[in-house]
């Protein structure tokens, strides 16, 4: 089966087999979200059918809940988990300090509920996610419909305080439409190059009247376990 996958893929199974290792009977996990987290879904399953094992997941996305009940996973919501042990999820972007971007998939924010409920946050990606400075992916945030634009305007003035003057921000696309969250919201993509304070940035951007959640993840990620398509994992 391995053999058979992209380089891509087989990068991203490594991380995920490697962390789903990690797991232990009875554990409430959060199941995060995109093509990395959809490996981690598939090895979990793996694991619960071949091993008995009991878990409960809690999914950041109704993409991630769909996968995991399709593959024979017990899904529960957060309130019903109440704790979790362990979140694993993929990441667009991480840093040294290992402070996330996400929200390619835009699941940010059910993803940042799920992750700050957790004991531990493990990240799971292949090499090309670790970036000596956040910013280069563009930074999604999720924003309420009402008064988008006002919105946006709002963000572009915040952006410039923060020395970021004049980059661009789009508004995600499906198609010829808006892109529509869990939630109902929107996204806006910040093209903002480099990230120079991001902990000040995550902080301000939630000040925004109509900003839901931003994908900058300050101190929430424990660890990262990156993959290789040569099967090399580094921790
Ligand atoms: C979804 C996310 C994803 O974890 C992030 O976009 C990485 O996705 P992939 O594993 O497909 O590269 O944040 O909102």
């Known amino acids: 089966m391995f053999a058979d ?11 995920a087999k490697r962390a789903v290792e990690l797991v232990e009977d009875g554990m409430k996990l959060g199941l995060g979200t995109g ?8 090895c979990l399953a793996q694991r619960v059918k071949a091993e008995g094992l009991r878990i409960q997941g809690v999914p950041t996305s109704t993409r991630t809940a769909d996968l995991a009940r399709e593959l024979g996973l017990e899904v529960v919501t957060l ?24 929200g390619g998939g835009g699941a940010l924010l ?10 531990r946050m493990i990240v799971i990606a292949d090499f090309d996610k670790h970036v000596p400075q ?20 709002h963000i572009a003035r915040l952006l410039a305080d923060h020395g970021l ?27 903002l190059a480099q990230i120079p304070d991001a902990p000040a940035l995550a902080i301000a951007l939630n000040q925004v009247p109509g900003v839901v959640e931003n994908g900058l993840f300050i101190d929430i990620c424990d660890r990262v376990i990156l993959g290789a398509s040569d099967g090399r994992i580094e921790e």
Request: aromatic content about 8%.
């Open 110 to 119: 059910q993803e940042k509920i799920v992750a700050s409920a957790s004991d």
């Open 134 to 153: 956040l910013g280069k992916f563009p930074l999604p945030v999720e924003v309420l419909g009402f008064g988008l634009a006002s919105s946006r305007d």
């Open 79 to 102: 309130d019903q988990a109440g704790h979790l042990d362990i979140t694993i999820d993929g990441t667009d972007e991480f840093d040294s300090a290992l402070n996330l971007i996400k």
């Open 35 to 42: 093509s990395t987290a959809a490996w981690m879904v598939r």
């Open 165 to 191: 003057a004049g980059c661009d921000i789009t508004t995600r696309k499906q198609g010829d439409a808006p892109f529509v969250t869990d939630e109902g919201n929107f996204i806006l993509d910040l093209h």
């Open 5 to 15: 996958l992209s380089p891509a893929d087989q990068a991203k199974y490594v991380a």
